[in-house]
T-cell receptor, first 114, second 113 residues
Framework: DTGVSQDPRHKITKRGQNVTFRCDPISEHNRLYWYRQTLGQGPEFLTY????????KSRLLSDRFSAERPKGSFSTLEIQRTEQGDSAMYLC????????????FGNGTRLTVT | AQKITQTQPGMFVQEKEAVTLDCTYDTSDQSYGLFWYKQPSSGEMIFLIYQGSYDEQNATEGRYSLNFQKARKSANLVISASQLGDSAMYFC??????????FGAGTRLFVKA
């Protein structure tokens, strides 16, 4: 069990640029989640995958945000035309395909939009 | 809609003493799960303890216990014998009928030597 891995750890980008983050979940975990966390707040749900199927998306996820999980393994989160308000920590988590299975989080990708 | 409320932005506790972190929740689901996570300054969220809504016994994991009062819709975390390494943000979370885990705003715990 190598844990959930996220890349990059930090990303600084200029407003208007596109960015893409990667998450590698724990290999036995079918469920994968993306959350966004701003300073002093709890994580906010963005989207959820069961295997390769994206089953739920938050209204927070505007049309500038897109997430994929091809082949049900790693996932990518892309933000197009970044805005300063997108600056946050983006957390990926995975869990077993079992009701009320706890989330296992990666270390996150900190995005700064200048 | 589901909601988690943590009313203590910050808490101080003396090393080796016990501390209770408050959490109340709101849900219309009959079946749900309650969780506590710890987030040290390094940033990684760490799962601590789980309580199911139908569990009759309060959950315990080492120095962590969850004081579950279903009628009051509260799920307080009790940390016994606090250690300096317990200084961190603590988040209460819930999963209801869906797959989405929602989190409270968190409580920052400071353990004093």
């Amino acid at each position: 069990d190598t844990g959930v891995s996220q890349d990059p750890r930090h990303k600084i980008t200029k407003r208007g640029q596109n960015v893409t983050f990667r998450c590698d979940p724990i290999s036995e975990h079918n469920r994968l989640y993306w959350y966004r966390q701003t300073l002093g707040q709890g994580p906010e749900f963005l989207t959820y995958f069961q295997n390769e199927a994206q089953l739920e998306k938050s209204r927070l996820l505007s049309d500038r945000f897109s997430a994929e999980r091809p082949k049900g393994s790693f996932s990518t989160l892309e933000i197009q035309r970044t805005e300063q308000g997108d600056s946050a920590m983006y957390l990926c988590a995975s869990s077993l395909d079992r009701q009320y299975s706890p989330l296992h989080f990666g270390n996150g990708t900190r995005l700064t939009v200048t | 809609a589901q909601k988690i409320t943590q009313t203590q932005p910050g808490m101080f506790v003396q090393e080796k003493e016990a501390v209770t972190l408050d959490c109340t929740y709101d849900t219309s689901d009959q079946s749900y799960g309650l969780f506590w996570y710890k987030q040290p300054s390094s940033g990684e969220m760490i799962f601590l303890i789980y309580q199911g809504s139908y569990d009759e016994q309060n959950a315990t994991e080492g120095r962590y216990s969850l004081n579950f009062q279903k009628a009051r819709k509260s799920a307080n975390l009790v940390i016994s014998a606090s250690q300096l390494g317990d200084s961190a943000m603590y988040f209460c979370a819930m999963v209801g009928g869906g797959f989405k885990t929602i989190f409270g705003a968190g409580t920052r715990l400071f353990v004093k030597a």
